[in-house]
C-alpha cells in the first residue's frame, strides 16, 4: 500500500531536478502522474524508464499548454487529485544590471506560471472531490538576497498566492500549501552563473545550517508525497520549510 494510492497528479518542472524525484517518489508511493515540462527529450526518457508516469509539453506561462495537460489527464485518467506546482528559473543579477525582460520572464514563470496552474485545475479538482496543490516557493520567500531580486519577488509572491487558494478553494475540499526549500543540490541550483555568484559563500552557507549539510531532492519529495496525501488532510495555507533549519538564523 502507498501513501498516494488512487491519486492522479500533476506535477510541472518534472523532467529533472526536483521535479523528477517528485515523479519517481509519487509513483513509488502508487500515485498516476502526469508531468510536464519544456525539456522534451529529457521528459520523453524519464516517461519511458518510468512506469504510471506520462510526459505532455508544458509552458507554465502558457495557458494553452495547461489546458491541454489537464485535458489530457482527464482523458487518460478520468480525474486530477494533486499539483505539484514545481518548474521555476533562476536567474542571479543584480537590479541594476538586470534587464526588465529578464526581471519579467522569471516573475511570468515563477508566480505566474503557479497561478495559471491553480486556476487550470480547480474545475477538474472540484469534479474529482477534492484534492491537495502543492506550489514550491524557496527559502528565499522569506529573506531577500543580494542579485537575487526578482526570483525573491516571485518566491515571496507564491507565500501570497497559496494563501489566498486556500482560502478561496477550501469550500471544496481543495487544499493549498506552500514548501519552502533551501541549500538542496540540484541542477538548477548549479547553473554556472549561480555557482560563481555564491562560491566564496558556500562553506558560510553550509555553516550556517543547523544540520551541517546541503540537503538532496529525495528529502524534498518525502514532504511533497506527505502534502499530497490524505496524511495531511487538514493542512491548507501552511508554509512549510524544508532547508536544514537554514532560515532559524533569520531575523
Known amino acids: 500500500m502507498g501513501r498516494l494510492d488512487g491519486k492522479v497528479a500533476l506535477i510541472t518542472g518534472g523532467a529533472r531536478g526536483m521535479g523528477k524525484s517528485h515523479v519517481r517518489r509519487f509513483v513509488d508511493e502508487g500515485a498516476t502522474v502526469v508531468f510536464g515540462d519544456v525539456l522534451d527529450e529529457d521528459g520523453a526518457k524519464l516517461a519511458a524508464d518510468t ?11 502558457e495557458p494553452a499548454d495547461w489546458e491541454n495537460a489537464v485535458q489530457e489527464t482527464l482523458n487518460a485518467h478520468g480525474a486530477l487529485h494533486v499539483l505539484v506546482n514545481n518548474a ?13 525582460d529578464e526581471c519579467r520572464r522569471i516573475i511570468e514563470v515563477n508566480l505566474i506560471g503557479q ?32 542579485g537575487m531580486s526578482a526570483y525573491s519577488a516571485s518566491k515571496f509572491g507564491i507565500r501570497g498566492l497559496t494563501k489566498s487558494a486556500a482560502r478561496e478553494l477550501g469550500q471544496y475540499g481543495i487544499r493549498v ?23 566564496d559563500r558556500a562553506q558560510a552557507i553550509v555553516d550556517g545550517i543547523p544540520l551541517q549539510r546541503l540537503g538532496n531532492t529525495k528529502e524534498v519529495s518525502g514532504l511533497v508525497a506527505f ?5 495531511s488532510s487538514y493542512c491548507t495555507g501552511s508554509e512549510v520549510l524544508v532547508d536544514g533549519g537554514f532560515t532559524t538564523g533569520f531575523s
Do not use: C
Open 51 to 61: 512506469d504510471n508516469a506520462t510526459y505532455v509539453h508544458l509552458d507554465v506561462t
Open 88 to 100: 521555476g528559473i533562476m536567474r542571479h543579477n543584480t537590479i541594476e544590471n538586470m534587464s526588465l
Open 115 to 146: 497561478w495559471l496552474g491553480i486556476k487550470s485545475v480547480t474545475p477538474a479538482m472540484r469534479d474529482s472531490g477534492g484534492g491537495s496543490v502543492i506550489n514550491v516557493s524557496s527559502t528565499e520567500g522569506f529573506n531577500g538576497a543580494a
Open 177 to 199: 500549501n506552500s514548501i519552502h526549500p533551501g541549500g538542496i543540490i540540484t541542477a538548477m541550483s548549479m547553473q554556472q552563473d549561480i555557482v560563481e555568484a555564491t562560491a
Open 227 to 231: 502534502l499530497a496525501s490524505d496524511d
